[in-house]
């Protein structure tokens, strides 16, 4: 099922003969605040060890600084290493994760796929992934399954 996938910012998508398969890799509020709670210990620890030492306000600035720097870098790499994590898993376990959706065939609209990028439209929603691997492979899939509803 590997080169039947695609992927968007926090969702691994499957396409399934049963449909497409949403699968998602990270909650983004809990990751935020985790961060954020990160960054106020770094803040308060350095402030207290750079007053205890005597240092200048130009040392805790850089302090903050820094400490903001991996508060960043820490959202951006963990869902890369969680997505690795996840494909590493067999696909019954992750379509059981929470928030996991299943998306029939017959509930697509219609679907677009141009530079990589496939958009498919449901009568709830709009979903966009980018086809990393075998984009024509993907394209004839959905082509199978939806037939005329797929524009290039």
């Known amino acids: 099922m590997d080169e039947l996938r695609a992927e968007y910012s926090r969702w691994i998508y499957w396409f399934t003969d049963s449909g497409i398969v949403r699968i998602q890799t ?17 803040a308060t620890g350095a402030f ?19 400490g903001l720097g991996v508060t960043i870098a820490v959202p951006l790499l963990i869902p890369e290493v969680i997505r690795s994590r996840l494909l590493g898993r067999p696909f019954s376990e992750l379509t059981q994760r929470k928030g996991s959706i299943q998306i029939p065939w017959q509930d697509v609209q219609k679907a677009k796929s141009k530079g990589g990028v496939i958009t498919i439209w449901t ?4 979903y966009s992934m980018l086809a990393r691997k075998n984009q024509a492979a993907m394209e004839d899939f959905l082509r199978n399954k939806i037939g005329d509803k797929l524009s290039a």
């Open 26 to 42: 990270v909650s983004f509020v809990p990751l935020i605040g985790s961060a954020l709670a990160v960054w106020v210990l770094l």
């Open 48 to 66: 207290f060890v750079v007053d205890l030492m005597g240092g200048s306000t130009d040392a805790i600035l850089i302090i903050l600084i820094l």
């Open 123 to 126: 009568s709830a929603k709009r």
